[in-house]
DNA sequence: TCCGAAGGAAACCGATCGGTGTACCAGTCA
DNA sequence: TGACTGGTACACCGATCGGTTTCCTTCGGA
């Protein structure tokens, strides 16, 4: 019991504040945006003083590039999505992702992306991986599906989740998905 | 001569500074993003004083405001592209819009909703009325193809567009712009 | 020739940002 | 008990931002 609590505490102590601070800011800057999020709200939202912070990030955009390596794992992905039936998995990816109350805030690396710009360059090259990762995870979906040409459907697959993500943001609105879904039906259907 | 100088004089130094601004501010908050460029820059970039701009938009926000309405008169639009037949009329939207030196940089309205987050609300209204607007005239342009479901296939074409326009902007790479015109061009064929 | 409005240059303002430095405090181990 | 470690609280720094103000020049019209 006792060597359990220190044990614990000894664990928890030392790698909590980290991870505290990065749901923190995985939260603030998705929400919210990046550049519209300070690191002192990070830290206060974390419970950590702002030292305490730089001392497990050494700058902002470090914090930026871990959160969205962070976010990578709870994200909807097509690596992660369990089941048998490869189609059913593609079409899983069009599920709107997790319980988005308030306003649908679209792709985190798609987002990052644009408030990067030309500042924060790594940033970008970060967002360019992951996407480039998905479209190929997509990709080999598509292949375990057994269709004729399954570049060519991830692409399109690709597209239409990257649309869906994107103009359910613009309108607010989650019918995109829905879209979306279907339309992947479709061509997943005639690809077959 | 002397009245048509005066004439024009007149007209052209009342006008054009505040085009002058508008047209400097499109290219920076398009290329550098809205929050990246000071209006300081912009007045620089425009030839005229901060204090002149000042004159003509009361804040940076209904200068971003009169930004987008100024791009929407610029950008590839269903009610602009001009032809005969409906359906080539639609796949053009799918041509890399103007010469696009450099970085791709998607579609301004998105960015601007992305950049703007929770600040700015206006624009985000602006930019959700604008990509209804475009989602309906893609919808009539389909309805003049003499498809059995313009509305519907409307949907997919506009899901197509901004899948193309945020993924080449994610991936740097104006690929997805020929993916999404080949997969439109599938779905109007298949929708006759 | 004088006048008045417009605009340019630049200082200035308050706020906020990312990031540091410092002093203090609570546990832990010897 | 006493040193060490890791964290907190908080003032502080320089830079930059959106926006304002002041002073001065310019130039068209009577």
Redesign the interface.
Known sequence: MTTTEAETSRAADRRAPRDRILAAAAGLFY???I??TGVELIADTAGVSKRTLYKYFPSKTHLVDQYLTYVREKVVDPRTVDGDDPRERLLALFAVSGPVAG?LR??P???A???A???MPEV?EH??AE??AFAEAVVELCRACGVEDPR?LG??I??????????S????DA??WA??RA?AE??VD?AG
Chains 1, 2 share one sequence.
């Open positions: 929400r919210e945006g550049n519209a306003r679209g792709c690396f798609h987002n992306a644009v408030e710009a030309s500042a970008t967002v360019q996407k480039r060519r692409r399109q690709a597209l239409l989740y990257e649309g869906a993500a994107a103009l943001t613009s309108l607010d019918e995109p879209v979306a339309t479709t061509l005639r």
